[in-house]
């Protein structure tokens, strides 16, 4: 044993086995069984029962997107297929019992708790297993010493596990990313998969195969409610939540970020500080941003801006995208960016719910269709802005393939009809598709469906409602297919 630990060994084996209920009865607490199990359940668990190669399974994302609730569903999951229940450990390292323990002092009293001689065949289950300084190191030897046990860790101070994972778990660890619920998920969850039918739209020449909707109205009353509370499970089924979304997530997901997981691993002085900047980005996401005038407005030092913005995004509250010119060219300084939540609902949370006519809307759509594509990590998306004489042309997220270095699509975001009827208008997206020879392109509206042909370029018009479904479904899919 390491340490010596101020609480006497029967206590915490006592704890153990209130945390595996089923070492007796066969089941995991109603709490989690009763909850519905997320789409990405199907992806994750194949990773659990992984056996043929030696690796341990990191379970990281946001806090608050059902990583713990996804762990249980793992273990009844086993325990339906016939594991022997008492080879199931779950442990939660938050808890301040173990604080003394290293992992494996842990697993040796597992081992007594159930008279075990050895852990061959055992499935164990760390949860918020960042509390543990030098997780990565101890997990490592876990995966060395036990060739026949399967370890599954879970852990929310994002920024610590993807930093740490990558430079010790090399060969040793297989990560897993949970992000914030898509609008597919959120349609799942809230049981109004009556509302999405199999369907095609056109665009360009072809018929394409796309869940559609027998109800606009419906499905945008949906989404305006998945734009302010959709991002967390847990809100999306509490009504009760919804009405506090200040306390719950700003004091959960936010403040225990900004005040103490960030300032933890990098050193940060000044919280506050760090607080006021992300409340200055969260208002004015979606925006475009240069360090000059983002040091003007927050008052805060360029090069404190430029770590800021990247321990942000190492926690997963926000993502930072890179402009391009009309021809998907990269600016070889990077003078602009636009910053997006990784959610919507987060904005919500530390100001107030918005309507579908208010004037952010635009910002707020374009955060959501973001966080759609948020899932597909490999993706490097982009948007375009170029000088056309006295104007300025853009389109808000473009595809670069990264390979030839050429765009392989652009979207307009929009939440307005108006283009619909005034599809010249469209300026900006019509020079794009002529410099990069492309004969179609997409653009969201409210709720207006069809295809407009200008200047010989075919515009689809998708509500931004099934456009972002539509993300979430076709990247379940690839991911499904591992494409």
């Given at each position: ?395 808000d997220l473009v595809l670069v393939d990264d390979k030839k270095y050429k765009p ?21 997206l019509i020079q794009f598709c002529k410099s990069n020879s492309f004969d179609k ?43």
């Amino acid at each position: 044993m390491s340490s010596p630990s101020l609480i006497p060994t029967e206590k915490i084996i006592e704890r153990l086995r209130y945390e595996n209920p089923w070492w007796i009865n066969k089941q995991i607490p109603e709490t989690y069984s009763s909850m519905s199990k997320r789409l990405y359940f199907s992806l994750f668990y194949p990773n659990v029962t992984e056996k043929s190669i030696r690796r341990a399974l990191v379970l990281m994302g946001p806090r608050r997107v059902g990583k713990t609730v996804m762990l249980f569903h793992s273990i009844e999951q086993l325990i339906s297929e016939n594991i022997d229940p008492q080879k199931i450990f779950f442990i939660g390292i938050d808890n301040p019992i173990y604080v003394h323990l290293s992992l494996e002092d842990i697993l040796d009293l597992c081992k007594q708790a159930l008279n075990l001689t050895n852990l061959n065949g055992c499935y164990v289950f760390f949860d918020e297993v960042q509390y543990l300084k030098d997780w990565e190191r101890h997990l490592k030897v876990l995966v060395d010493s036990f060739p026949d046990t399967k370890f599954i860790v879970s852990g929310s101070a994002a920024a610590a596990l993807k930093w740490h994972s990558t430079e010790s778990g090399a060969g040793r660890f297989t990560d897993f990313m949970l992000p914030p619920l898509t609008f597919q998920e959120y349609i799942y969850l809230k049981k109004m998969n009556h509302l999405i039918f199999d369907g095609n739209i056109k665009y360009g020449g072809k018929e394409i195969n796309y869940c559609l909707t027998h109800d606009i109205k419906a499905l945008n009353r949906e989404f305006i409610h998945y734009l302010n509370f959709g991002g967390y499970p847990e809100v999306v089924l509490s009504e009760k939540i919804q009405s506090d979304m200040g306390r719950y997530v700003k004091n959960d997901i936010v403040d225990k970020v900004l005040l103490r997981d960030l300032p933890s691993l990098y050193g940060i002085k000044d919280v506050q500080e760090l607080n006021r900047f992300f409340t200055y980005i969260a208002y004015n996401t979606g925006n475009e941003f240069s360090y000059e005038t983002m040091s003007r407005e927050s008052g805060i030092q360029k090069d404190t801006l430029k770590k800021y913005l990247e321990y942000l995004e190492a926690a997963f509250l926000i993502k930072v995208l890179n402009k391009v010119d009309v021809n998907a060219k990269r600016l070889k300084r990077i003078t602009s960016f636009k910053v997006y939540l990784t959610n919507p609902s987060l904005r919500t949370a530390l100001f107030s719910p918005i309507s579908e006519t208010d004037n952010e809307m635009g910002n707020i759509v374009e955060t959501a269709v973001l966080s759609q594509w948020m899932h597909r990590e490999k993706l490097d998306l982009t948007y375009a802005r170029w000088k056309d004489g006295r104007n300025d042309g853009e389109v808000d997220l473009v595809l670069v393939d990264d390979k030839k270095y050429k765009p392989v699509w652009g979207v307009e975001i929009k939440w307005s009809n108006r283009y619909f009827d005034k599809p010249q208008e469209l300026k900006s997206l019509i020079q794009f598709c002529k410099s990069n020879s492309f004969d179609k392109s997409l653009v969201t509206s409210i709720d207006q469906l069809g295809v407009k042909t200008f200047e010989n370029i075919a515009l689809s018009f998708l509500p931004a409602s099934i456009y972002c479904y539509n993300i979430g479904d076709i990247t379940l899919k690839m991911k499904n297919n591992n494409i």
